[in-house]
């Protein structure tokens, strides 16, 4: 039984970043899913796969996984790098670049 703690990214259409403040404990997939051939669901027996934990920070994450003897693998979240540009920048006369309007 092995553990992944990461912290989700932001959300794709959001430049919040509400959702991505805490940190997930999930367990890796034990058994592969299966396609039931009535409906065409896909589902699996491995009820572990259904558990995701929220913890506030890493040591929480990682002193849980340890107390409980569950193995696990830390990803570490990439910083996000941001440009900070206003909208009167595309109108400068000094700006490289093709004019696009």
């Known amino acids: 039984m092995t ?3 990461y ?3 932001r959300s794709i259409t959001q430049s919040g970043t509400a959702c991505s403040q805490f940190w997930v404990l999930e367990f890796v997939p ?3 899913q299966a396609i039931d051939p009535l409906m065409g669901w896909t589902g699996s027996g491995d ?3 259904q558990i995701r934990m929220k913890f506030a920070s890493e040591e929480e994450a990682v002193a849980y ?3 409980n003897g569950i193995a696990y693998c830390l990803e570490e979240p990439a910083k996000a790098v941001r440009k900070v540009m206003a909208y009167a920048d595309n109108f400068k006369a000094n700006r490289r670049g093709l004019w696009t309007h």
């Open 7 to 9: 912290r989700p990214s």
């Open 3 to 5: 553990a992944r703690i």
């Open 30 to 32: 034990q058994e592969p």
């Open 65 to 67: 996984a340890q107390k």
């Open 47 to 49: 009820m572990k796969r």
